[in-house]
């Protein structure tokens, strides 16, 4: 398996509406964020709302522009392209979105919405894109005797698969996902991520989804980085994420999970407050205000100093405690 | 009897197009002091029956073709707009969804507290604004004082969903509706919401109706358990033991659909295959027969009769399982083999 998507100290910072009587600023919404995806691999990323999570997945997009870093698709580096350099990475790169009412144009029939990509991006012939349509619609769990409807007779979780449909006809390498199964209920979310699965393994996909929910994550994902405050604080394959979380963070998020089968038996150890503005992220490691482990570590490093890089394997994260000294969490 | 009790409620939704029958037979009790859980998809009537129990349905389009909910031995269905204005804030209180939109924006959170107080209660602005602040302290407030001359917007998410769970708990209400609080939060911050609403549970021992899509959350703060579908309840019991063992194929369908932290993933997740009907006409027979797996002749005709069950031989049988289904023996059997029902006799509610 080779790189597909090498993001390499990324940083996107927007500048904040004036306020009366308040000083000019920057919201740094992602702030120096490296992730790294393959061929056909699926990566979650997490992270509590105003982490960067969707920022990220807008400037894949190319929706906003990166401020600094490198962002390279296949070795080609897609930072300072104008939209006409752009042009051929946007068939290579998809993006389903959260809200299945708001991403689709009400005055579309299906199959329009499935053949416009194809028309744009000038992939086959006339007649060959309606077969193409029809047989992603048939792939995606749809009768294609539907493809004359328009959206609104389709339910939420109908919507999710013609959005899905509509970012695979243009054969992407990537597909992002930007809480694709948030707005759906649990039945209809099955759904929807065991046809995620079956699209990665027929089509070789790979996937960077965005979700709050890390249940869900680890239902879909290899690999997971988890962001805080527009800084990805560890990154692990699955099972040594939600088996063993290395970074305070880590462990408090999965401890926040409610679950029907612990809720009896021991209270989550639970994290105080909410995450700062990220106009003014707090000095050393982000975290620090909030940790649980910070009385761990001497002369207060956590508040003064960056937290190293550490790695243990396929695992890295970053954390002034130095690892085995930390309480099970 | 029950310090809640709804009985047999029924409402229709009639708009010029079509009639949607919106909640059919909904029965339950809450005792005082304790929290029950409302949970189902989206459209099964849950937010329905919790503006129902606030009078807040409007008409037309709602039509209550008969039904009761009585709070402590008042019917608010029978009641009339100025006896419920009365009624609403003061004895049943609402924890919305969204905190955002549910505070005026123009408006300090003192101004909003203190009106519930100087309306309800007749206060004078000094005493209104002393009771708020203890309000907002009690929710977790260290700056209590300070957070009065706050905007709305001033607030994060958390902290508004705090202050509005101060502002309905600001007359003692004896019923708490909370619909869906915490769907808006972090994963982090509804953790700590649900732990408020366990601490001031325990303080204040009101009843309190949990409305919610998400199993897990109900898992954390709820005694018992009613699952909704198609407008009906179709399983109610307490907390631990649903989650032990589902009767209904649809509450069993829901937690083997929910991705959880703690099962083999390599399977994949078992959805329930179609989607929840849209209630268009009421069904002779039961509402998810169309989806589901266990589904035989009686199912597609008549009504399943929402029974109370026990246990062969063990003393769950006296926690009031109801389901209304009539394969629960089967739904039971693929789940645990050992496991012995009966149909319990005894008329009526909960068991003493």
Not at chain 2, 66 to 87: I, K, N, P
């Amino acid at each position: 398996m080779s790189a597909l998507l090498e993001i390499r100290d990324l940083a996107v910072h927007f500048p904040r509406p004036r306020r009366w009587r308040e000083p000019p600023a920057v919201v740094r919404a992602v702030d120096g964020v490296d992730l790294d995806l393959r061929r056909g691999e699926s990566l979650g990323l997490v992270g509590e709302s105003g982490s960067g999570k969707s920022t990220i997945a807008r400037t894949l997009v190319g929706l906003q522009r990166a401020t600094a870093g490198s962002i390279r698709l296949d070795g080609s580096e897609l930072t300072g392209l104008d939209a006409r350099g752009w042009f051929p990475f946007r068939r290579r790169v998809q993006m389903v979105f959260q809200d299945p009412y708001g991403s689709l144009d009400p005055r579309q029939t299906v199959l329009s919405i499935l053949t416009e990509p194809m028309e744009i991006h000038a992939l086959r012939k006339p007649r060959e894109r309606r077969l193409h349509a029809l047989e992603l619609l048939e792939a995606v769990g749809l009768n294609p005797h539907y493809a004359n409807r328009y959206p609104h007779e389709f339910s939420g979780g109908q919507r999710q698969r013609i959005a899905i449909a509509r970012a695979l006809t243009v054969h992407p390498e990537l597909v992002i996902c930007d809480e694709p199964v948030s707005a759906l209920d649990v039945s209809v979310q099955a759904q929807v991520l065991n046809l995620l699965r079956e699209l990665q393994e027929r089509y070789d996909i790979a996937y960077l989804f965005i979700s709050h929910d890390l249940a869900v994550v680890r239902s879909l994902c290899q690999r997971v980085s988890v962001l805080y405050l527009g800084r990805v604080v560890e990154s692990a394959p699955r099972d040594e994420i939600f088996e063993a979380p290395r970074h305070p963070y880590t462990q408090a998020l999965i401890a926040a999970v409610p679950d029907p089968t612990r809720a009896a038996a021991h209270p989550p150890v639970l994290l105080e407050g909410e995450p700062p503005s990220p106009t003014r992220p707090p000095p050393g490691c982000r975290f620090h205000p909030r940790c649980p482990a910070r009385a761990l570590v001497p002369d207060d490093r956590c508040a003064r100093e960056e937290p190293p890089l550490r790695t243990d394997g396929a695992a890295r994260w970053t954390c002034h405690l130095e690892p085995g000294s930390a309480p099970e969490a | 009897m029950a310090l809640v009790e709804v009985r047999n409620l029924w409402v229709d939704f009639e708009t010029p197009e079509a009639t949607v029958h919106a909640l059919d037979e909904v029965t339950f009790s809450i005792e005082r002091g304790r929290t029950l859980g409302l949970v189902g998809e989206s459209g099964c009537g849950k937010s329905v029956t919790a503006r129902a129990m606030l009078g807040l349905l409007r008409s037309p389009p709602a039509v209550v073709r008969t039904g009761q909910v009585v709070v402590d031995g008042r019917d608010l269905m029978a009641m009339g707009e100025a006896e419920l204005r009365g009624v609403r804030g003061r004895e049943v209180a609402l924890v919305p969804q969204d905190p955002t939109t549910a505070f005026h924006p123009l408006l300090t959170v003192g101004r909003q507290l203190t009106e519930v107080l100087e309306v309800h209660e007749g206060l004078r602005r000094r005493a209104a604004d002393d009771r708020a602040a203890a309000a907002l302290a009690e929710v977790g407030f260290g700056d209590a004082r300070d957070v009065l001359h706050r905007y709305p917007h001033e607030l994060s998410g958390g902290m508004r969903q705090r202050a509005m769970i101060a502002m309905a708990l600001l007359c003692r209400p004896k019923l708490l509706i909370a619909d869906e609080p915490t769907t808006a939060l972090d994963v982090t911050l509804q953790a700590q919401i649900l732990r408020l609403f366990r601490e001031l549970q325990d303080r204040h021992g009101s009843a309190v109706l949990f409305v919610t899509h998400d199993l897990g959350v109900a898992a954390e703060v709820c005694d018992d358990v009613a699952v909704m579908y198609a407008g009906r309840i179709v399983e109610s019991a307490p907390t631990r033991e649903l989650f032990a063992l589902a009767l209904h194929p649809f509450t069993r369908g829901l937690l083997r659909a929910r991705p959880r932290l703690d099962a083999p993933v390599d399977q994949g997740l078992a959805p329930i295959p179609g989607r929840h009907p849209e209630l268009l006409e009421r069904p002779p027979g039961c509402p998810f027969v169309e989806r589901c797996e266990f589904a035989l002749g009686p199912c597609h005709d008549q009504r399943p009769p929402f029974e109370l069950w026990s246990l062969a031989g063990t003393a769950r049988a006296l926690h009031g399982r109801r389901v209304a289904c009539f394969e629960a023996r089967q739904v039971a059997a693929a789940q645990d083999p050992a496991v012995e029902l009966r149909p319990q006799s005894a008329p009526g509610g909960r068991p003493a």
